[in-house]
């Protein structure tokens, strides 16, 4: 299927993610329209509003205007904190402005897709590799609001018809990520020639490189026979925090493994040790499987924050 002349709605357009995957829908010829939080131009974007999710009546008034066929959700709070108020946060903005969203696109007789962008997060400490089959059980604001409107959508699905699919995502990186998340936060330090404090590092993670789950976002949005389904995005392959950290350092050389402070931070508060998840059912649903390895998107990554840092003070 072609996207040409196609509307797509991208909510958090502004994001990493949402920026990557504008960018992959215009080259692919669609109308791209983008919800942001960010005055920031978009030269992707052939519309944007700057809007918060929460505003009901705008949401709605939008929508209506723009007449999507395609809808891809990504804005969203990204507190994973454990307390009471991460929690209200979480599901005031994950929940409630999901809703928001998707009630203004139920009505839609245009609307072909609804792809909402959940998370691992959804599993908790279960056993690994996490699959769709397990019972959930997060233990943080992030995941259980991840869940709740992933369970949202598959209610819906069942009773309205609602043509939504939710995509479980592992650890996206790559080039433009910000220093909030683990790899560019380290290669930022490394580059710079700055100590990089870090726990032991003995957590496994999943690597995701960006340009595999914007490929997989957009298979979602045109496979056949999906309504309600949930799919894990992930590179199915583990690694230690601690074998990643020296794994950089290493394609950085000049001495970088030394700025590496193993130790020097806790692990945070109720951390998942184990942290990897199947990719069967996207191969076989999406057709999907993820190309770039994590030892070239870990080498890409490097030459792009030693491009910005050429031109810009860290």
Known sequence: MTFKNKRVLVTGASGFIGQHLCKALFEKEAIVVGFTRSTLDNKYLSEQYDVDILDE??????????????VVHLAASKD???????YREGYKTNLMGSLNLINACQDLPVLARFVFLGSTDEYGQLQVPFKESDKEAPIAAYGASKLAVTELLKALSRSNKFPSVTLRPTIAYGPGQDDSMFLPALIRALVAGRNFDMSLGEQTRDFIYIDDLVQAIIQALVAPGLCGDVINISSATPIRIDALAKMTANMLGNGADKLLKFGAKDYRRADTMEYWASNTL????LGWSPKVSLEEGVRQTIDYFKAVSAVTDY
């Open 282 to 285: 996207a191969k076989r649903s």
């Open 80 to 86: 994973r904190g454990v307390d009471t108020a991460a």
């Open 57 to 70: 009546i705008t949401i709605r008034q939008i929508i209506h205007a723009v007449q999507p066929e395609f």
